[in-house]
Nanobody, 112 residues
Framework: QVQLVESGGGLVQPGGSLRLSCAASSRLYTMGWYRQAPGKQRELVARITSTSSTNYADSVKGRFTISRDNNRKTVYLQMSSLKPEDTGVYYC?????????WGQGTQVTVSS
């Protein structure tokens, strides 16, 4: 059973930055960051493959950067120029064949 633990969320003012971390209990595979705002469906924010190929939601391109440290078994999401609409619970996931594992989520609130 893979365990994913997110950290780094919090309250930040519009225009600010945060870095989220996701520590895995196993080696990393394809990793993703998703978010869910109140009353909305969970959506993909960013994804990084084992070869470090990345893709981003249009709404975060140019502001967010996903990266991975295989030695530390950790994936990161650097978020800059944050907007109120970035508010939500951010979840890390791991795609391992037909299995998808999820972390418990970390709250990000962008507000003045």
């Amino acid at each position: 059973q893979v365990q994913l633990v997110e950290s780094g969320g919090g309250l930040v003012q519009p225009g600010g930055s945060l870095r989220l971390s996701c520590a895995a209990s196993s080696r990393l595979y394809t990793m993703g960051w998703y978010r869910q705002a109140p009353g909305k469906q969970r959506e993909l924010v960013a994804r990084i493959t084992s070869t470090s190929s990345t893709n981003y939601a249009d709404s975060v391109k140019g502001r967010f950067t996903i990266s991975r440290d295989n030695n530390r078994k950790t994936v990161y999401l650097q978020m800059s120029s944050l907007k109120p609409e970035d508010t939500g619970v951010y979840y890390c996931n791991m795609e391992l064949g037909t299995y998808v594992y999820w972390g418990q989520g970390t709250q990000v609130t962008v507000s003045s």
